[in-house]
């Protein structure tokens, strides 16, 4: 159990320190900002969302922990080529699976839910989960066009 603990943390520090779809996105047609005020992570997301509803490209910048920003790194991974539908239904399901509940319907794929399974560690620590899903509301946020910036509680 502890070598699989230690490999989680590696892909944590990996993408911490070499954050995938890093920068700004020249194409993008959907933004949003969000803030994590009690870790002080911020984020920025930038969308290329084709008309038939599909993540063309999605890039994001932004500072914070070790967590919030391999979460971002590896959220952009999986949500490129995804349809909004799906790339929602990750979420929630990773979502779920962080905050403990159990109702949501268990429709990602099993591959995706592996590749978040580093991130999976936070749930013993409630308030590291704002950090672990920060940059996925900021997706969602840009998905749906809001104006005004994320803010965790
Ligand atoms: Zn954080």
Same mark, same amino acid.
């Given at each position: 159990?502890?070598?699989?603990?230690?490999?989680?943390?590696?892909?944590?520090?990996?993408?911490?320190?070499?954050?995938?779809?890093?920068?700004?996105?020249?194409?993008?047609?959907?933004?949003?900002?969000?803030?994590?005020?009690?870790?002080?992570?911020? *984020?920025?997301?930038?969308?290329?969302?084709?008309?038939?509803?599909?993540?063309?490209?999605?890039?994001?910048?932004?500072?914070?922990?070790?967590?919030?920003?391999?979460?971002?790194?590896?959220?952009?991974?999986?949500?490129?080529?995804?349809?909004?539908?799906?790339?929602?239904?990750?979420?929630?399901?990773?979502?779920?699976?962080?905050?403990?509940?159990?109702?949501?319907?268990?429709?990602?794929?099993?591959?995706?839910?592996?590749?978040?399974?580093?991130?999976?560690? *936070?749930?013993?620590?409630?308030?590291?989960?704002?950090?672990?899903?920060?940059?996925?509301?900021?997706?969602?946020?840009?998905?749906?066009?809001?104006?005004?910036?994320?803010?965790?509680?």
């Amino acid at each position: 159990m502890s070598d699989l603990r230690d490999l989680y943390q590696e892909v944590i520090l990996d993408h911490s320190k070499k954050p995938r779809n890093f920068g700004p996105l020249d194409h993008a047609n959907h933004e949003a900002k969000g803030h994590n005020p009690l870790c002080g992570d911020r *984020v920025t997301v930038f969308l290329d969302l084709d008309d038939a509803g599909m993540v063309k490209d999605v890039h994001f910048q932004g500072s914070g922990c070790a967590i919030s920003m391999a979460s971002a790194s590896l959220m952009t991974e999986l949500v490129k080529g995804k349809t909004v539908d799906d790339a929602k239904a990750l979420f929630e399901q990773f979502h779920a699976l962080v905050t403990g509940e159990t109702d949501a319907p268990l429709t990602a794929s099993a591959d995706d839910m592996d590749r978040l399974e580093p991130l999976t560690g *936070v749930r013993e620590f409630p308030m590291r989960v704002k950090c672990a899903t920060l940059a996925w509301h900021t997706f969602i946020a840009a998905l749906d066009g809001k104006r005004d910036p994320v803010v965790t509680e």
